[in-house]
């Protein structure tokens, strides 16, 4: 899955160990995500959250994801 969802593949190209980052979610370190200071099991539903937002936001300006 996760061309649409990258943030939530392990491997995808934007998830990456920083092992002295703290995650601002969970507080734990080792953050593994370019997507800022999260761990990934914090960043991915803060991302779906996000993403989700951002859908809404479109199509309430008539905006549809293609």
Known sequence: MTDERPWADPN?????LRPNVKCIGCGKLGCITHWGPWCFECNVPRMDRLDK????LARSIGMERE
């Open 12 to 16: 995808a190209r934007g998830n990456k």
């Open 53 to 56: 937002s951002m859908d809404e």
